[in-house]
């Protein structure tokens, strides 16, 4: 059947087989039953690529049947963000699609490297490196990222605790090849055991681990997380004209709250942005929202509430690289925050640090600032927001969380920056009601499961209009408040200092061994022969 499969994509047209194969690369992020077809997803790129090199298309067409099978997979897979914005989800899908074909145009200029006797596929190394970059920069939208396929079918992927989700894409991609093999240089028993072992392997010692441990590890904490359902377009902020006065919306989380708060109750939750008006850090403790919150934390003194708010600073002259400057007002920061209250004690502070391109930041600000004054107003939380270099967990031992804001959680290696600093459980507040009902709040609750492997701790969700749960160590969903249900739900978090090799190393090291390979393999390519 691989084989009838085959010869039928080479004699279909190519525009057809670059729409096959984009259908493809997007049906794990379509439905957890079509997972398993991932690994097969990369045989129409190669079928592309052969009947290109072979002369059936002219090679100036590679760019554009490549093209066309990943902005198919970018507009399946990511549509939804035309729910929050029509001009943001065009230039997403262009752009990514567009990056995407970097690590291919390398792949068509390099196909492999032969070292000795050996030869290696370099579409391996391109596309690793590509994502571990794409993690990196002001212009990241790593959704995509092959390992993030499996965030639906956790179970198979126990092993992302070692190899985080480049550890998935690297699968992926080797079981694509083994295929190509298969199909191009014939059968043999070796390739059917190679293609068997890589296969089923890793999914067996997935499953093994996964029911053999224990996902409850460390010292129970009770956690109250609330889901207020106050919608992000109508009610939460001031400039909407049937916006909710903000002490009425602290009011609505505090009712939620207090029906479910307990004398064990340790932490409570409030979602990203939760505090709609604008917080003037340096005189924090006489803004009105901070003292209806003081009030309500006083009367439950046992408790650490973590809430969002936006918050700016101001400042005598140019400080930071994201700082704007206004007339009237100076230069300033506003941040995507996260504020952690306790009774009698100084309000902690985190500044969100991975923020959304486009949207809450102004890609390379030094290069692009006089924009940046455009898109950004003292009285929004859009634009170029300003950030924190270091990661920070909240609370005092053996009691401290990492306070995710939102897109940081689809980031492994910047997640695992808390774990340094002694976070031993996880704290992800976020308001997905931008995407209204539609897959985008479904993958970011799934990517929190990958988050619970890679870093080995629970983790309790505040979703403002999301889907609000608590997650075991191994990334099981215990409890969840679905789609636009407002209310509150008490669980158990278990907090741990356990550090997972992922967390102490991250990807950093592969992409390191990657960026030597690729140099080595582009200097053997260019002068080898010579």
């Not at 093209?67 to 997979?73: A, F, G, I, K, T």
């Not at 291919?104 to 391996?124: A, Q």
């Amino acid at each position: 059947m691989l084989f009838a499969w085959q010869a039928w994509l080479d004699r279909i047209p190519l525009w057809a087989v670059s729409i096959i194969g984009g259908i493809m690369l997007s049906s794990g992020w379509l439905h957890p039953l079509l997972t398993p077809v991932i690994f097969l997803a990369w045989q129409p790129f190669f079928t592309l690529k052969r009947r290109i090199v072979k002369g059936v298309a002219k090679k100036s067409t590679y760019f554009l049947y490549t093209y066309l099978m990943l902005l198919v997979w970018n507009l399946i897979s990511t549509w939804w963000i035309w729910n929050s914005t029509i001009g943001g989800m065009i230039a997403a899908n262009i752009c990514n699609a567009l990056l995407m074909y970097l690590p291919l145009w390398y792949y068509r200029k390099f196909p492999t490297t032969k070292i000795g006797n050996l030869t290696f596929d370099n579409l391996l190394p391109a596309w690793l490196l590509f994502e571990y970059v794409h993690m990196q920069w002001d212009l990241s939208w790593s959704w995509l990222n092959l390992g993030n396929v499996f965030a639906f079918t956790h179970h198979w992927v126990q092993w992302y605790s070692i190899t985080g989700v480049l550890g998935g894409t690297l699968w992926v991609l080797v079981i694509n090849l083994l295929i190509k093999n298969l199909v191009n240089k014939g059968t043999t028993w070796s390739r059917y055991w190679q293609l068997a072992a890589f296969w089923v392997l890793p999914i067996i010692g997935s499953m093994v681990y996964f029911y053999a441990r224990d996902p409850h590890q460390g010292t129970a904490a009770e956690v109250v997380v609330v889901q207020p359902n106050v919608d992000p377009y109508k009610e939460k902020f001031a400039d909407a004209e049937t916006a909710i006065p903000a002490s009425e919306q602290i009011k609505r989380f505090i009712a939620l709250s207090e029906a479910k708060i307990t004398d064990s109750t340790v932490w409570v939750l409030w979602p990203e942005t939760c505090l709609p008006d604008l917080i003037d850090e340096a005189n924090a403790e006489i803004d009105p929202q901070i003292q209806q919150i003081r009030t309500f934390v006083n009367k439950y003194p046992h408790i650490k509430l973590l809430t969002g708010s936006t918050t700016y600073l101001l400042y005598p002259e140019k400080q930071t690289r994201t700082a704007r400057f206004k007339e009237g007002v100076g230069y300033y920061d506003v941040f995507n925050t996260g504020l952690l209250f306790q009774s009698g004690k100084k309000v902690e502070v985190y500044h969100k640090s991975k923020l959304v391109p486009g949207v809450e930041q102004l890609p390379y600000p030094e290069f692009f600032g006089l924009l940046g004054s455009l898109a950004i107003d003292l009285g929004g939380t859009a634009g170029g927001l300003g950030s924190q270099p270091n990661r920070t967990a909240l609370g005092e031992m053996p009691n401290r969380m990492a306070p995710i804001i939102c897109y940081e959680s689809v980031y492994g290696g910047f997640c695992s920056g808390f774990m340094t600093d002694n976070a031993q459980v996880i704290g992800i507040i976020t308001n997905d009601g931008w995407w209204g009902n539609t897959p985008g709040h479904q993958h970011h609750l799934a990517y929190a499961r990958l988050r619970a492997i890679e870093s080995g701790k629970s983790i309790a969700r505040s979703a403002n209009t999301g889907i609000s749960a608590f997650l075991n160590q191994r990334g099981d969903i215990e409890q969840q408040l679905g789609w636009w249900q407002k209310g509150a739900l008490v669980g158990k978090v278990y907090l741990n200092s356990n550090r997972t090799f992922y967390s102490y190393f991250n990807e950093a090291w592969l992409a390191y061994a990657l960026t030597v390979y690729l140099l080595v393999a582009f200097a053997l390519n260019k002068w080898g022969n010579r």
